[in-house]
């Protein structure tokens, strides 16, 4: 049994028994361990715990949340071993070269976290340009895993351990009630900024553009976002469900369905979703809207923007590239997309920095020609995107996944903003784009009980 991953039986009063049977098992496999082990991880068995409502009990901690797209259950982390601030988000390869640096060898250690849309990342404290982080102990529905990265590191565990509780706390069976509601831009705005763009799209500066907006919702009481993300698990399906809260009070929440690129060995996996409607009330109304999506210029326009660039993007990385020349709906809890399958192999001098620089922000979420969208995105919206938009997920020793982070809010003790974006091309309407923005964040509106 390789001493990096050892499994031990834990003892049935759970809560400080499992601390004491953590530090205990701790303690004998350092004893073991030389500087070329490091890092070191013990496991044990999760004795049924809920992982949502062991992260509930322990809100002063840094706490992180991820359910990968095909998955039913949650992987969180719990504590930091290590946590890596970054200073600019354009230095994807730096990045991931120190979390590697790290991990070493051991596939089964991820960094979570993730980067800002762009270089701005104003209010929002703790995230800046980029940050990734190390849990130090990982829950899952089988496991719980305790990470040590140094002889130096092992008495700074043992405290993180004693401080952490193992006994879950059940979710509040409400969330608290929204007191108001407010729109940056509001309406009037909204509309100019679409016309504004509009004149690019008709002057031939941009073939498309995403613009996006704010909706702040101001709570009774501060909104747990454990809780939160935990309840969009169960709501959503074919999203990745993502929490950060690296801070207490503020967190970045929201389900996803959109990959922006894995990468196992050679091969690579991402793909182009563009274009949206609703759900239909039945079977019936649901293959109309989706006939309408399918066959929508405006739509598909949108949609091969996006697939064309990514192919612009990658074919210097790749000796064979495939994608989708005809959209698929992907259908989720409350709508409907297109979706092209974008596969590849890649050439053996291509990193994963590399990858981001060449993919992050696609069309999907920025523009196109991008050189000439993201300056215009400043300029038109009046909040910084900070990490709505940007690239994240987790960093492993041997491969990487990170989605886009759409469909997010950033929750500040009793307030949240919402954040969602309308793909502005030839043919759009400043109302119709509204309507989209606001379909967009209908999965936190259903989860928080709200109207």
Known sequence: MN???MKFDVRSDQGSGLVSTILEKLESLVATSTDADFPVSVSVPNPDLCVWELLNANQPLAKVAWVDRNSSSATVGLGIAVDIHLKNESDFSCSVAQCRAILKDKPHLKFYGGFSFNASAANWDGFGAG??????????????TLTVTSAAD????????????????????????VKSTS?????????????????????EVLEKIVLSRKTVLKFEDALNPIHLASALQTATHDCYVFCFNFEKGS?????????????QGVRLESEVIAGT????????????????????????????IVRKSIRQKLHKFVDHLSVDSQASILRLAQKQHLKSNVEGTLKPDVDDGMLLKRLHPTPAVGGYPTDNALPEIARLEPFSRGWYAGPLGWIGSDSIHFAVAIRSGLV???EMSLFSGAGI??????????????NKIQDFINVLGQS
Request: no cysteine; proline share 7%; charged share 30%.
């Open 425 to 438: 091309v030839r043919g759009s309407e400043p109302a119709q784009e509204w309507q989209e923005v606001d």
């Open 154 to 177: 092992i008495e700074q565990a043992k405290l993180d351990v004693q401080q952490m509780s193992f006994q879950p706390i059940p979710f509040d069976s409400d969330f608290p009630a």
């Open 412 to 414: 500040n003790n009793d």
């Open 183 to 203: 729109y940056a831009p509001a309406f009037d705005g909204w509309q100019s900024r679409i016309d504004e763009a509009l004149s690019l799209i008709r002057s």
């Open 131 to 144: 940050r990734f982080i190390l849990p130090r102990i990982i829950l899952s529905k089988d496991t719980l």
């Open 251 to 263: 967190a970045f929440v929201g389900a996803t369905p959109e990959r922006l690129f894995y990468r």
């Open 3 to 5: 001493k990096n991953d």
């Open 277 to 304: 409607r609703m759900r239909g009330e039945n079977p019936s109304a649901d293959e109309k809207l989706a006939i309408e999506l399918l066959t929508s210029d405006k739509d598909q326009r949108e949609h091969d």
